[in-house]
């Protein structure tokens, strides 16, 4: 270990005194981080270990309302400028005060974390420079006019800039570099297992509620109810539909529930002409890919029962989708319906395409990112075989394995999920469905490739439009040419369920984070 990084664990891990507090929380978690670094990936469950111990400069409420956090406040100083106005006072855990700097290196470092799975660099492409006027204002540069900078610059977590360029992922994996400005500061992790962190007796927002917080992985929802009816966990997300009833109507236990922003779709790989699980009707590789035609993707969107999958593989607990976010988010087009179950119109389209006897194609999915999803997952194959498609497999992986692995590009035709926790579709437009684009930041959540040249030239517009109804109109034109051209295919915004033992409850919330935050300790 270097000297420098000595140093910053003894800051990190150094006694402190604070008043005694007998309030500890175990959270039941559904499903592990890929990394504890905090610019690491924006996927969910690693969002939702660092929020407990990183802060960034602004806060998502459960309802996705943006509220000031380590920015106090900002402004416009022309098209291309943005004014920030750093909170005073805050400390990072070991000691040392929280600046600019800090700022201008977090955003930096977010452009290029090497093999993230779901990189941040989405959120930091309009960036160009972030200037340090002074220790609590910097103004931010951008490339072209930005008018929803802090819904995305906004999530990036701070860290020091004393890490400097050298650190690793892997330091903040072995506890070395796990320095934020959080309720709650690094104590240990065990992977496979827990993650535990103690009150921050120096936070800026005064003393956090629990003394300590341990993230408990529990891949098994048989598991995660059982320990929460035991005792052994506070609160457990995830409860999939069919254990429902079974925290119902109980004194000692709370059930919490939330219609969520995040978007369950399928994407399908469409920048290769020879997919590496696609193969034609008896089995054997091709060398076209049939899912680079837009009929064929229509088609096996129309093989799609939705309303069946809610009602029978969901227990109801979620809601058939036609675009990317829902209603009462900024973009949402209401004409844009879930894509109808036909059958016949599919073989129509298949056989309009070339492939009237089908083609075979192994189907991937992930077995513990989302209530059921290993159900789905089987739900969909099953589906597309009845609608003439040669399904070679179902193929499900648990979801620290299986993201990476979507990302690497090793699937052909596979289930995601996008939860929007900013105010409009714009992050998701341009991370999802965007022409993939390294250098310019676009594109950084695109897993299949997709590409349409008037899609990215409407999201331009939208990106650099400040009126928000002319902007909304634009990401609504933007989503309906995406959606009509089948380039993902929207099944549902999940239903989430939570559950809380007595002494606990929990804030149900459209971003779906099963943090500290959001957790009160309650007579």
């Known amino acids: 270990m270097s000297l420098r990084f000595a140093l910053l664990a003894f800051g990190l891990i150094a006694s402190s005194t604070m008043n005694a507090r007998a309030i500890d929380l175990t959270i039941g978690r559904a499903t592990e981080h890929n990394s504890l670094d905090p610019l690491f990936s924006d996927l969910g469950n690693d969002v939702a270990t660092a929020e407990n111990m990183f802060d960034s400069l602004v806060h998502f409420d459960a309802r996705l309302q943006v509220h000031p956090h380590l920015a106090e406040s900002w402004k416009l100083l022309d098209p291309l400028t943005w004014e920030i106005k750093l909170r005073k006072g805050v400390k990072f855990h070991d000691g040392s005060d929280f600046t600019g700097e800090d700022v201008a290196y977090s955003l930096k470092r977010a452009r290029n974390v090497p093999n993230s799975p779901g990189p941040l660099s989405t959120f930091v492409r309009p960036v160009k420079e972030t200037e340090v006027i002074d220790a609590h204002t910097i103004r931010v540069h951008t490339e072209a006019p930005t008018p929803l900078l802090m819904d995305m610059i906004g999530r990036v977590f701070m860290t020091p800039a004393k890490l400097g360029t050298q650190v690793l992922t892997e330091d903040f994996n072995a506890g ?214 040669r399904v070679n497999a179902v193929e499900v992986l648990p979801y620290n394995v299986y993201a990476p692995q979507a990302t690497q590009r090793k699937f052909s035709i596979f289930h995601f999920s996008y939860g929007s926790v900013a105010s409009s579709s714009l992050n998701g437009l341009s991370g999802v469905l965007a022409t993939y684009d390294a250098q310019a930041g676009t594109g950084s959540l695109n897993r299949a490739r997709y590409s349409n040249k008037e899609f990215d030239a409407v999201l331009k517009q939208a990106t650099g439009e400040f009126d928000t109804d002319k902007r909304n109109k634009l990401l609504a034109d933007a989503t309906r040419i995406a959606i009509e051209d089948a380039g993902i295919l929207p099944l549902y915004w999940q239903k989430l369920y939570w559950a809380a033992r007595k002494g606990y409850a929990m804030d149900a919330n459209r971003g779906e984070s099963t943090t500290a935050h959001f957790v009160t300790p309650v007579p």
């Open 176 to 389: 070395r570099a796990m320095i934020g400005t959080g309720p709650y500061r690094f104590k240990l992790s065990l992977p496979g297992d827990k993650v535990v962190a103690e009150a921050n007796p120096g936070y800026w927002q005064g003393t956090p509620k629990f003394n300590t917080v341990t993230l408990k992985f529990l891949a098994n929802p048989a598991a995660r109810s059982a320990a929460l009816l035991s005792g052994s966990v506070d609160v457990i997300e995830q409860i999939p539909p069919s254990d429902i009833s079974v925290f119902q109507n109980r004194n000692d236990v709370t059930l919490y529930s939330a219609v969520s922003s995040r978007i369950v779709y399928i994407a399908m790989d469409q920048g290769r002409d020879e997919s590496p699980h696609i193969t034609d009707k008896d089995g054997k590789p091709m060398t076209v890919n049939p899912l680079k035609d837009r009929r064929v993707r229509l088609a096996l969107s129309k093989m799609i029962n939705r309303q069946g999958i809610v009602e029978r593989v969901l227990a109801g607990a979620g809601e058939p989708a036609g675009q990317i976010v829902a209603d009462g988010m900024g973009g949402h087009d209401p004409s844009l319906k879930p894509m109808p179950f036909d059958i016949a119109d599919a073989k129509r389209l298949l056989k309009e395409a070339g492939y009237p006897d089908g083609f075979g194609l192994t189907f991937h999915g992930s077995n513990n990112r989302f209530p059921n999803d290993s159900q789905v997952a089987q739900a969909l194959g099953q589906m597309f075989s009845r609608g003439g498609i």
